[in-house]
């Protein structure tokens, strides 16, 4: 069995979803340790305490420990900053291996920050080591040219590209870009898709789902993200302006921490400007747990993004039973069955993506039929499909089973 370091630096595992720092990454890294550890590997995530009240180690599933390290005095801190105390994260690795007389079998890297340790711990221990970077610089300049992303980070994905014994992408759009944006070597770069908890993540009676979160209104749009401008929520907003009659439809916003309040208050004026204000609800963070309560309580979910790399909202909510209409980027098109589990639309505009939420919302046996061909279609990404998939790499790193 292997001895596993999962870093995740910048973003605690069990942090609540939608805040600035905190999405699918998170999800990803705790649910993937979590099956490696079911099935008996021994498992480390290395993350910054994002808690000061919180133990520095902490059980995180069967065999699956959690290890808070505190480089920085500050709970919140922007990611940027962060780099400046990497010196003292990696010192702090260090010092639990040498107190638990731990060695690793490998290290797998979840974000740039965190490849950047990686990198220095194979370095200096000699222990294979796999990044995944859930997002990339150059791929979120070319998508928002107004967000520029600094060459510190490109800089250094760059390394831990070269360096890396493999990369792991999300989706062939994030291999091709990782190849020509970045040099990456083909043959060191695995294919493997998130996973989503097929057994929380179902169809339900949308009534029952309605009543618990005390809605009542005739039709529901479902948005679930971090609140931010690479979300492209304002499109939906216009989207919503756009449709033929809304007067009896709610648009659900889900995600944002104090963080994203600018963000937020900026949709709400834009909302205002709409004359949509009325139906449209920001319900901040939402409990993981609850989720499958807001996909089945929802017709669609819409996913506006001007990129993503994959995308779990899009799979849980097709897990639900609900289609999806997103944008044609990334990991979307590889996710998404346009015409058969929700739409592609390949224009980042209100109008066009109006069209598409006014055709599923007009025909409710359009619906209901792309609704169950997408639960049909994610079964393949069960945690335990992902989970062999993820071990092939790490025995082809190690030679160990």
């Not at 902490?58 to 808070?68: D, F």
């Not at 040099?183 to 898709?193: C, N, T, W, Y």
Request: aromatic share 6%; with cysteine.
């Amino acid at each position: 069995m292997l001895r596993i370091a999962e870093i995740s630096i910048h973003s605690c595992p069990i942090r609540s979803l939608g805040g600035k720092d905190t999405g699918g990454m998170n999800v990803y890294v705790r649910e993937l340790s979590r099956e490696l550890g079911q099935r008996g590997h021994r498992v480390d995530v290395f993350a910054r305490c994002h808690d000061l009240k919180e133990p520095e180690m902490m059980p995180l599933g069967e065999n699956t420990r959690l290890i808070h390290l505190a480089p920085g005095e500050q709970e919140t801190m922007p990611r940027q900053d962060i780099y400046h105390y990497l010196p003292q994260f990696l010192s702090n690795v260090h010092h639990f291996m040498e107190r638990e007389g731990i060695r690793y079998d490998l290290l797998h890297s979840h974000y740039w920050l965190s490849a950047r340790v990686a990198e220095q711990l194979k370095a200096q221990l000699g222990t294979p080591h796999v990044a995944t970077f859930h997002t990339l610089g150059l791929v979120k300049n070319r998508a928002r040219p107004a967000e520029q992303e600094s060459e510190l980070r490109i800089d250094a994905e760059r390394e831990a590209i070269a360096a890396a014994d493999w990369v792991i992408a999300f989706s062939t759009e994030e291999q091709e870009d990782l190849i020509h944006l970045y040099g990456a070597q083909r043959e060191k770069v695995a294919v493997i898709p998130c996973g989503v908890k097929v057994d929380l993540f179902r169809p339900m009676d949308r009534g029952q789902a309605r009543r618990e979160l005390g809605l009542d209104q005739a039709k529901i749009l479902l948005f679930a993200g971090r609140i931010q401008p690479l979300k492209g929520i304002d499109i939906l907003l216009k989207a919503v302006a756009c449709l033929e009659d809304h007067s009896e439809l709610c648009l659900l916003i889900v995600g944002g921490d104090a963080e994203s309040a600018d963000e937020m208050a900026r949709l709400g004026s834009l909302a205002a400007e709409l004359g949509i204000s009325q139906r449209v609800s920001f319900l901040g963070a939402v409990a993981h747990e609850r989720m499958p309560l807001l996909y089945n309580a929802a017709n669609i979910c819409v996913v506006p993004s001007y990129h993503e790399s994959f995308c779990l909202v899009a799979i849980e909510a097709l897990a639900c039973g609900t289609p999806v209409v997103a944008s044609r980027v990334g990991g979307l098109a590889t996710t998404i069955s346009d015409g058969q589990t929700g739409y592609l639309v390949p224009q980042l505009s209100a109008e066009a993506f109006a069209q598409r939420i006014q055709l599923l919302l007009g025909d409710e046996e359009l619906e209901r039929r792309l609704g169950t061909q997408g639960r049909n279609s994610v079964m393949k990404y069960s945690w335990s499909a992902i989970a062999d998939q993820v071990l092939e790499v790490y025995q082809a790193m190690t030679g160990l089973a």
